[in-house]
T-cell receptor
Framework: QKEVEQDPGPLSVPEGAIVSLNCTYS??????FMWYRQYSRKGPELLMY????GNKEDGRFTAQVDKSSKYISLFIRDSQPSDSATYLC?????????????FGTGTQLKVEL | GAVVSQHPSWVICKSGTSVKIECRSL??????MFWYRQFPKQSLMLMAT?????????EQGVEKDKFLINHASLTLSTLTVTSAHPEDSSFYIC??????????????FGPGTRLTVT
């Protein structure tokens, strides 16, 4: 079993839809949770960064963490064609220094006109 | 957000030659830098972690003599692919993280370097 599970998609939605992207994890040591967006042939871009259970909102994006269920989500409101990309969840342990990110496989999202 | 640059963005080289990829943090000092490779439609695979002034820590299965990493300053890390072969063709992405007082802050990625070995 992988430490981080993420549905690879592809996920296709109409413009304006609410998108829900999810990851589950098995390692209870994970404390920091991130969502990255990656366009084709580009490096990942950090979207959201949280370190506690609950919700965090930034514009059209909301990150949700449920540590009791080991489940994180990213919601995109009013989705746009420019949101079409691969979304990667990532997480790391509590300690600083050399802690490393563990990535999900990424969900490919396509927002259609 | 913080900016990480990579150079070159795309390189083609002949089998047996070596290629150097540079990674720079432009507006912050990166205590730790990471090198990843990514195959098409797959997630990022961590190759190694480097801290400024010390030897890199390689992930299991990554040949340290083939992938030479140097983190000479707080803003520059280099990855040299030595004696490259076609199977080394991939998308290489660096990442940089700033740390303050032992706490890790956000990790930022470069735009990636596409390596094609012919």
């Amino acid at each position: 079993q992988k430490e981080v599970e993420q549905d690879p998609g592809p996920l296709s939605v109409p413009e304006g839809a609410i998108v829900s992207l999810n990851c589950t994890y098995s390692n209870s040591a994970f404390q920091y949770f991130m969502w990255y967006r990656q366009y084709s042939r580009k490096g990942p871009e950090l979207l959201m960064y949280t370190y506690s259970s609950g919700n965090k909102e930034d514009g059209r994006f909301t990150a949700q963490v449920d540590k009791s269920s080991k489940y994180i989500s990213l919601f995109i409101r009013d989705s746009q064609p420019s949101d079409s990309a691969t979304y990667l969840c990532a997480m790391s342990g509590y300690t600083g220094g050399g802690n490393k990110l563990t990535f999900g496989t990424g969900t490919q999202l396509k927002v259609e006109l | 957000g913080a900016v990480v640059s990579q150079h070159p963005s795309w390189v083609i080289c002949k089998s047996g030659t070596s290629v150097k990829i540079e990674c720079r943090s432009l507006d912050f000092q990166a205590t730790t830098m990471f090198w990843y490779r990514q195959f098409p439609k797959q997630s990022l695979m961590l190759m190694a972690t480097s801290n400024e002034g010390s030897k890199a820590t390689y992930e299991q299965g990554v040949e340290k003599d083939k992938f030479l990493i140097n983190h000479a300053s707080l803003t520059l890390s280099t990855l040299t692919v030595t004696s490259a072969h076609p199977e080394d063709s991939s998308f290489y992405i660096c990442s940089a993280r700033e740390e303050r007082e032992g706490w890790s802050l956000e990790q930022y990625f470069g735009p990636g370097t596409r390596l094609t070995v012919t």
